[in-house]
């Protein structure tokens, strides 16, 4: 089955740095890959996917890329800013026969302001 | 909220009580499934459904059992709790038609 590998465990930057966080899959089959943000004591909220015909995303100062070759993928944050702290989750989905989703196990990320 | 609903919020069991975690969404997405999650662990996938009257096991199935009569609801219940079930339990939704899934506000359960 599928295998999401996610790197680093925690983060720290400051204000105003770029953020990046890897993660890598073992199926090759698997065809969507989220991210997640949960704060704490709140549900995981989706901020960003990508699709397996895609190489990369942007949605204001959040990007994906994806590399189906190497089959990794990463979240890039631009221009952080302390509300970004959170827990991120990448996830892939193999879509066989129902949209099984295999989270990584997260990344904590600090922004000091 | 997602369109997600779950109960209780916070749940305290005692080994070998059962109980039953609600979930329920305002729409007609077809899959639904339970995740929980531990620290440094992740969601795991407990059971998952495809429709009405169709489940299947995730990835830690193991001291749960789940239904779906309905669309709308897919309770997880719980046999005869253990402390390894201490954990936060999602509830999730998602549509056919693209592979977003949306989560439920979660549960937290403790079992002493």
């Known amino acids: 089955g599928e295998n999401v590998e996610q790197h680093p465990s925690t983060l720290s930057v400051q204000e105003g740095d770029s953020a990046v966080i890897k993660c890598t899959y073992s199926?090759?089959?698997?065809?969507?890959f989220p991210w997640y943000k949960q704060e704490l004591g709140k549900r995981p909220q989706l901020i960003i996917d990508i699709r397996s015909n895609v190489g990369e995303k942007k949605d204001q100062r959040i990007a994906v890329t994806l590399n189906k070759t190497a089959k990794h993928f990463s979240l890039h944050i631009t221009e952080t800013q302390p509300e970004d702290s959170a827990v991120y989750f990448c996830?892939?989905?193999?879509?066989?026969?129902?949209?099984?989703?295999?989270f990584g196990t997260g990344t904590r990320l600090l922004v000091s302001p | 909220n997602a369109g997600v609903t779950q109960t209780p919020k916070f749940q305290v069991l005692k080994t070998g009580q059962s109980m039953t975690l609600q979930c329920a969404q305002d729409?007609?997405?077809?899959?639904m499934s339970w995740y929980r999650q531990d620290p440094g662990m992740g969601l795991r996938l407990i059971h998952y459904s495809v429709g009405a009257g169709i489940t299947d096991q995730g990835e830690v199935p193991n001291g749960y059992n789940v239904s779906r009569s309905t669309t709308e609801d897919f309770p997880l219940r719980l046999l005869s709790a253990a402390p390894s079930q201490t954990s936060v339990y999602f509830c999730a939704k998602g549509q056919g038609s693209s592979y977003e899934q949306y989560f439920g506000p979660g549960t937290r359960l403790t079992v002493t």
């Open positions: 199926d090759s089959a698997s065809n969507y």
């Open positions: 996830a892939a989905l193999s879509n066989t026969g129902f949209q099984k989703l295999v």
């Open positions: 729409m007609n997405h077809e899959y």
